[in-house]
């Protein structure tokens, strides 16, 4: 299994910043892209941005501009700088990855989450 800890939520004001690290552990074969998701009440858990081995990014709309996601691959950790956050940025946040552990196959696994909360 691979196991991934969120860090680095908490609540700030409209126009701040914050800094979210995601650390994966476990018997890792393999890992793909990881990535950031999030869930605000009462909405759909959506894509906040993701990032492949190689460094390639994609950003929602929404975000782009504001936040960068990063990562080390030798850290196995995922990082997501976020800059310029707005209300609407309020949300549970959720770390994601694409991995293969020693014992079993390839599959998404999600952080527990960290709340962000931004307010006006």
């Known amino acids: 299994q691979v196991q991934l800890v969120e860090s680095g939520g908490g609540l700030v004001q409209a126009g701040g910043s914050l800094r979210l690290s995601c650390a994966a552990s476990?018997?890792?074969?393999?890992?793909?892209?990881m990535g950031w998701y999030r869930q605000a009440p009462g909405k759909q858990r959506e894509l906040v941005a993701s990032?492949?081995?190689?460094?390639?990014?994609n950003y929602a709309s929404s975000v782009k501009g504001r936040f960068t996601i990063s990562r080390d691959n030798a850290k196995v950790t995922v990082y997501l700088q976020m800059n310029n956050l707005k209300p609407e940025d309020t949300a549970v946040y959720y770390c994601?990855?694409?991995?293969?552990?020693?014992?079993?196959?390839?599959?998404?696994?999600w952080g527990q989450g960290t709340q962000v909360t931004v307010s006006s």
């Open positions: 994601n990855c694409n991995a293969r552990s020693l014992e079993g196959p390839l599959r998404d696994y």
């Open positions: 476990g018997i890792i074969v393999s890992i793909n892209a």
């Open positions: 990032i492949t081995p190689g460094g390639w990014t």
